[in-house]
Every structure is written in C-alpha cells, then in structure tokens.
C-alpha cells in the first residue's frame, strides 16, 4: 500500500468525510480533486451537507494544546526543558511532527534491513506503530509530508550564487540565520533534545520549520472573518487531509515571477554614523519602534495601510516616511536634542543626628536605568520632539519642508544605487550557469555520496569550494560540475532534482525582476529630483544661498 493509500485509509476510519479525493500530481506533489459523490464514506447518513465537500473531525486537527497532551516522553522532557510558557504554538508542532517523521523513517531503515522491499507506509502499517496516547496516532499523516524545497532549504552556498547581491537574499539568510540560531539553542544550550531517540540535524530542523508554515491554518483569523468565537487558546493547527489543496493533475496554471510580481520592496536603511545627531536620532526610533528600514510600494493599493507619496509613482508608508524625515534633518533645519529630565526616584532613608524629632530623613536618588537616567529627546526649533505624532505636527510645517523632501529623495536614491550595483558585481555568471549541471553538482559531494531528501544541506565549512563556484566577493558564484555516478540516480533524487531546478530558475527570474524594478524605481526618483530642482522656486534659492555660503 501506497503511502497516499495508508493515510487516505486512515482519514476514512477516522472520520474525515470528503467529496475530494488526494491523487498524486505529476511534479506537483498530492493534491484534491472533486468527485460527485463522498467516496471515502458512501453510506447516507453519513454523507456531507450539500456545498460541503469536506469535514475533518477535531480529533484529527494537530495543535498546541494536542501536542502538549501527548504523552510521548522525550518530547514531553523537551517541552519541560524549554519551559511549557515559552513553547510556541509553531515550536510545538513542529517538534512533534520533527520527532514522530524521524522515527518513522529510522524504523522504516530498520525494517528495511530485515526485508528491502519494506518502506515507511509498512513501518506505519505495522504493529509497532505507536499508540494514540503517545501521538503515533499521526503516523499515516506525517509519512504523507513531503520534502520541500525553498532558497531556505537549499545549501547556503547554492542560494547566495543565484541570489547574490538581491534583497530576497537579505530576507534568506536572515531567515536561515535565525533558525540555525534557534536550533542551536534547543540543542546546545539546552540540550532538548538529549533524551529523542533519534537526534535532528539542522536540515531536519529547517524542513520542520518549512513544512509548517507550507500548511499551517490560522483559525482565529477564520473566527474574524465570520464574526465567530472560540474558547480555544489554539490559533495554528495542522489540518490533514485538508493542506492538500491547492494542486492540478494536468494544470493550465503555473506560478512565475512576471513584470508584475514585485509590487514592493523593503530596503535596509541604515543611519549615517557620523551624522552628529545619530545618537538622539537612534534613541527616538528606538522608542518609536521604527526599524532602520523603508518599505517602497508601486502600487498604492497592495499595501493594508494608508500610503504616502514619496515621488510620482511610488508609495511609502507612514513609518518610513517618519524615518526618511529624520535623516533627512539637520541643525541648520533647527534640528538640537536635549536629556530628559528622569521621572522616577528612589528614596534613600538614613540616621539624621541633626534632626530635632528624630526622624529619618529622605534624600532623593536618581535609579540606575536608562529610562531614568534621563535620555535624549529630539527638539525641532525649541519643540520636543517624543512622540511620531509631534513629528507629524511640525516638519511639513516648516520653511524648509521642499529642500528636505529633495533631500530625501537623494537618500532613496543612493540606496537604491548601492542595490543596483550590488546586484551587477555578480549577475553575469549566474545566469550562464544551467539549472540542472548546478543542481547535480548539489545533490552529489565528492567522496558520491547521494544525500537523502531530508539529509541536511552540507554544512558550508566543511563544503569543498570548488564544488558550487568561486569566491565573487562575499558569495559563491554557481559552477558547472559533472556529478559522481559511481551510484545509481533513485526516483527520490529525480524528484528533488526537478524541485531544486525550478527554484534555480525561479532565482535566477527573480534576480532580473528586482533588477529591473530597483532600476525603474531609480527612474523615478532621478526624474522626480530633476523636476524639483526645475520647477521649486523655494528649493533653487536655498541652493543658490548654500552655493554663496560655500564659495
């Protein structure tokens, strides 16, 4: 039996009535299909309602507070040892969905050892499944979880070839970054895992991570929607059966990225450190909650929230807008900071010898906290600048308002020029490489070893250079490699191999798109600073007057 067969088998004793029938789909993983009648459960009176075409019991719905119920040890020892507080409801899913996949495919390895025709729906099928309380329950579901492939996923040194120098790539290693440091918290630091059977890797971390948020449901964002409650802490949950969805035998659809994928972009912005107001600047952003960022839109109705305009055909929000005015002031604008008086003290009580009625006498202290301490507040022409609301209240009211919105198209500008450059420092070899030799060249070290789908990328200290490319800079360049054929090519590769592929080249789609977008925002901008030095009278006297200045 198939392991589509044992879960569609599972789901059917279990409850799980449906109109939609899972079937494999060729390059696209499993997906649902409708059909007239409920096939998994024919019998009348358990037929759907008429417009449902599936219902899945509670009882199959993976969640937090499920996980937590479950008296599975080791998992039950790690939940203890994080601490049941600072369990997530995505860190717990995905530790139970981590632990249960890696057991199946060790005893799948152990059976088939003792009968190489066995395979993991065997292992779930057999009498060593684990029972109901410890969650093997789930067994069927979790053997129906696919590898996945995302710039994520990919070795590191793959990803920063194809994506070198492009915003995704910023976003991709942070991404990354975050989850090797996460992953060596539980493992290192707190050793969770010490007690699991079989230990993860940091690969297996990583596609735990991917497959969650690949099919997680928000319930209370459908509880909003339709103006319902529940009583329920439980917001994400796993829905098997129903995370099929979304998939064609024959599609007449694909997904690219075209002229149009790129709606926005999110540009890091960082301050000018020898900007003498960087400090009071810092501070204020700091508690305004404003990250050094900006986020630029070329259309003004994709974002959720009200848009500025930042120059003909661009948009920007208001927090970035707040954050380009601040870089953009100056003290010849009025522009001076001052410390804040602290609010909170603390009384120090003490033995006065000199005081007639013997009582204590207090004597004020300054605490030891920056929030007492006092710190520094922006101010424009005498006016405290705390809040994002007095900023709002007081710069578009200033004489100076025109020179500091050209100033800040400037600003924009530049930024948008050191990500055209960095993209064109190492654009010309990436795109002669093809998407299949740099894939094989991935899936085959070079002692021939052919890694697993959930093998962990190699770790990039230990991966020879030459195998992916050459140094260009920070990142690794693709190459064109012969693979190691001293082993047979598995189905299981293939199949990883045409995955891989479509992300080369989705990366590779990708890099021209943000190309051409960053270079039209340019456009843009550069048109927009032309038409203001033409056309403001108030900006080309002040220019005229700092030229005087200056000479």
């Known amino acids: 039996m198939t392991p589509l067969a044992s879960f569609c088998h599972w789901a059917r004793t279990n409850g799980v009535h449906s109109r939609l029938v899972p079937k494999e789909s060729k390059g696209m993983g499993v997906g649902l299909f409708f059909v007239n009648t409920d096939l998994n459960d024919p019998k009348p009176e358990n037929t759907l309602d008429q417009g449902e075409l599936l219902f899945v019991p509670q009882s199959l719905l993976l969640s937090r507070s499920r996980v937590i119920q479950f008296k599975c040890p080791h998992i039950q020892k790690s939940l203890s040892i994080i601490g049941h507080s600072n369990v997530s409801e995505r860190l717990a899913i995905i530790l139970f969905i981590l632990s249960h996949r890696l057991l199946l495919e060790d005893r799948a390895k152990q059976l088939h050892n003792q009968n190489p025709t066995a395979t993991l729906t065997d292992y779930c099928s057999s009498s060593n499944k684990d029972s109901e309380q410890n969650g093997g329950f789930f067994a069927d579901y979790i053997a129906t979880l696919p590898d996945i492939s995302t710039p994520v996923t990919l070795d590191p040194d793959l990803v920063r070839g194809y994506l070198a120098g492009t915003l995704l790539l910023d976003s991709v290693c942070a991404k990354r970054s975050n989850l090797e440091a996460e992953f060596e918290y539980l493992s290192g630091n707190l050793g969770a895992f010490e007690d699991w059977p079989v230990r993860p890797t940091l690969g297996n971390f990583i596609w735990a991570d991917a497959t969650f948020w690949s099919r997680v449901l928000s319930f209370k964002t459908q509880w909003t929607d339709n103006g319902t409650s529940s009583d329920s802490d439980d917001d994400m949950h796993m829905v098997p059966y129903l995370d099929f969805a979304n998939h064609a035998a024959d599609p007449n659809i694909r997904w690219e990225v075209d002229s149009d994928g790129l709606r926005f972009l999110t540009l890091a912005m960082p301050m000018d450190e020898d900007d003498p107001y960087y400090m009071p600047k810092a501070h204020s952003l700091m508690h305004w909650e404003i990250p050094p960022r900006i986020t630029i839109y070329l259309n003004k109705t994709d974002s959720p929230e009200a848009l500025e305009e930042l120059c003909p055909g661009l948009w920007i929000t ?15 604008d009025g522009l001076s900071a001052l410390i804040e008086e602290p609010e909170a003290k603390i009384c120090i009580v003490h033995d006065s010898a000199d005081q007639d009625d013997g009582a204590d006498a207090l004597e004020e202290a300054n605490l030891v906290d920056e929030d007492v301490l006092g710190r520094l507040v922006l101010t424009i022409n005498g006016t405290k600048v705390d809040t994002c609301e007095a900023l709002e209240s007081i710069v578009p009211k200033l004489d100076i308002f025109p020179v500091i919105k050209l100033r800040i198209l400037v600003l924009v500008a530049n930024r948008i020029e050191y990500y055209i450059t960095r993209i064109m420092e190492t654009g010309d070899r990436v795109e ?20 697993d789908g959930h093998s962990p990328a190699p770790d990039p200290v230990d991966t020879p250079v030459s195998r992916l490319g050459r140094n260009i800079g920070d990142c690794l360049v693709p190459t064109i490699l012969e693979p190691d054929h001293t082993q047979p090519i598995t189905d299981r590769q293939l199949e990883a191999e045409a995955q891989v592929s479509n992300l ?26 032309t038409q203001c030095l033409e056309e403001d009278d108030f900006v080309k006297s002040y220019l005229a007057r700092m030229q005087l200045q200056d000479s």
């Open 432 to 451: 002669k490489a093809e998407d299949i030799d740099v894939v094989r060249a991935v899936n085959y070290d070079a002692e021939g070893h052919s890694p």
């Open 504 to 529: 080369v080249t989705m990366m590779k789609n990708y890099r021209a798109e943000e190309m051409g977008v960053l270079v039209g925002m340019g456009n843009m901008l550069g048109e927009a600073q």
């Open 318 to 332: 208001r927090q970035s807008r707040y954050l380009l005015w601040l870089y953009a002031l100056s003290e010849d």
